[in-house]
């Protein structure tokens, strides 16, 4: 069973610094179906990046995904104060079906 | 505007029942595969199930796999989360998502959840 890792756990960084998170998994998966979810306190997620490196309609282009096999990274550039958050990556295994979570980045301001 | 409005939360006992609901709006509701997806408080995000548009595809993850049934009402445009024999650790928020309709499988629309407990 595939299982994501993500890292850091949590990250301190000021505005207009760049952010690097990590999201290993446990085995091969296929970049079609690695996903990139942002989570602000009190709201729903909401869908990043898909397909390993395509951002969502509306992310902004500070938003940067990118990887394969085991090692993908989300890459946010001169990070604003509105994406402090909490990010998950996400895979979509087959056999059998179902969705798997890391267990998430949290981004806070230092 | 797609959205996905969830209902149904609220205080249960544990081994007791409960229902939640998602009324879907602004997209074809059968074209689309459905989730439910929770997340325990100050939790990380946990997929629980997953029906196909018309129903007849159905996965569990294994910690809800013979106690949860999802259901969907496409002319109600509707999606379920029947949930028995609940246990503490059942208590979260309960997300209804849509699948993208596309080969790349994911979330793209989430309802505003529905906070379940479980507790004496």
């Known amino acids: 069973e595939i299982v994501l890792t993500q890292s850091p756990g949590t990250l301190s960084l000021s505005p207009g610094e760049r952010a690097t998170l990590s999201c290993r998994a446990s085995q091969n998966v296929s970049s079609t179906y690695l996903v990139w979810y942002q989570q602000k306190p009190g709201q729903a997620p909401r869908l990043l990046i898909y397909g390993a490196s395509t951002r969502a309609t509306g992310i902004p282009d500070r938003f940067t995904g990118s990887g394969s096999g085991t090692e993908f990274t989300l890459t946010i550039n001169r990070l604003e104060p509105e994406d402090f958050a909490v990010y998950y990556c996400q895979q979509y295994g087959r056999s059998p079906p179902k969705y798997i979570f890391g267990q998430g980045t949290k981004l806070e301001i230092k | 505007e797609v959205q996905l409005v969830e209902s149904g939360g609220g205080l249960v006992q544990p081994g007791g029942s409960l229902r939640v609901s998602c009324a879907a709006s602004g997209f074809t509701f059968s074209n689309y595969e459905m989730n439910w997806v929770r997340q325990a408080p100050g939790k990380g995000l946990e997929w629980i199930s997953y029906i196909s548009g018309y129903g007849p595809t159905i996965y569990y993850a294994d910690s809800v796999k013979g106690r949860f049934t999802i259901s969907r009402d496409n002319a109600k445009k509707s999606l379920d989360l029947q949930m028995d024999s609940l246990r503490a650790e059942d208590t979260a928020v309960y997300y209804c998502?849509?699948?993208?309709?596309?080969?790349?499988?994911?979330?793209?629309?989430w309802g505003q959840g529905a906070l379940v407990t479980v507790s004496s």
């Open positions: 998502v849509r699948v993208a309709a596309n080969l790349f499988n994911y979330f793209d629309y």
